[in-house]
C-alpha cells in the first residue's frame, strides 16, 4: 500500500510569493498527480507526470523518481491560487486507480 | 470542452434508505472511477470500472455498494441501506487510456440522517 504524504499541511503566503509544495510516497509508481480543489469541493487535474518536470502558465510540478519525492510551485502567487493541492499516485499495475495525500490549504493574502 | 457530470449535487437521505449517485463520463472515455471524501478527510478510492466490470473495489466497498453503466453513457453508484458514516462527497471519475489523465466530476454530497 502506498503511502502519500504532503507538507506543509497549510501554508499562508503574501500574494506575489514563491510557493512550494512537497509530496513523498513509499512505493514506486507510473505517475504522480497534482490536483486542485476549491472551496466547493470540485477537484481539476492540473499535473499527471511520470519524470523530470512540467509546466503551466505559472505551476509547474517536478518529479524524483529516485526519492519517490515531487514538488508543486507556484510562481507570482494570486488570492485566486488559493485552495487545497492534492497529491496523488497511481501504481505500477492494476487499474490505474489514485491513492490521495491529505492536501496542502494555500491561502494568498492580497 | 467535454466534462464530466454528476447528478444530484446535495443529497439528504434517511439512515436504512437507497441512494443512487449518476455520473455522466466523458463520452469516449472507457475506464471509470467513484471516489469519496469525507468531510475533513482525505478522498479515498472506493471503485473501478472497466469493460462493463468492476476492475478493482477497495474494502470499503462492500456488499451495501454496487455500480451499474446501464446504458452506455451513465455510471451509477448505488447504496442498498445508508449508514451514516456513508455521509460524504462522492465523485466520479474518467479516463480515456492507459496512463490518461483522470476527468473528475463536481461531486455529489451525500448526508445520511
Known sequence: KNEVEQSPQNLTAQEGEFITINCSYSVGISALHWLQQHPGGGIVSLFMLSSGKKKHGRLIATINIQEKHSSLHITASHPRDSAVYICAVTPNFGNEKLTFGTGTRLTIIP | ?113
Not at chain 2, 9 to 35: A, D, K
Not at chain 2, 42 to 47: A, N, P, Q
Not at chain 2, 60 to 81: A, C, H, M, W
Request: hydrophobic content about 30%; some cysteine; aromatic content about 14%.
Open chain 2, 1 to 113: 470542452e467535454p466534462e464530466v457530470t454528476q447528478t444530484p449535487s446535495h443529497q439528504v437521505t434517511q439512515m436504512g434508505q437507497e441512494v443512487i449517485l449518476r455520473c455522466v463520463p466523458i463520452s469516449n472515455h472507457l475506464y471509470f472511477y467513484w471516489y469519496r471524501q469525507i468531510l475533513g478527510q482525505k478522498v479515498e478510492f472506493l471503485v473501478s470500472f472497466y469493460n462493463n466490470e468492476i476492475s478493482e473495489k477497495s474494502e470499503i466497498f462492500d456488499d451495501q455498494f454496487s455500480v451499474e453503466r446501464p446504458d452506455g453513457s451513465n455510471f451509477t453508484l448505488k447504496i442498498r441501506s445508508t449508514k451514516l458514516e456513508d455521509s460524504a462527497m462522492y465523485f466520479c471519475a474518467s479516463r480515456r487510456g492507459h496512463q490518461e489523465t483522470q476527468y473528475f466530476g463536481p461531486g455529489t454530497r451525500l448526508l445520511v440522517l
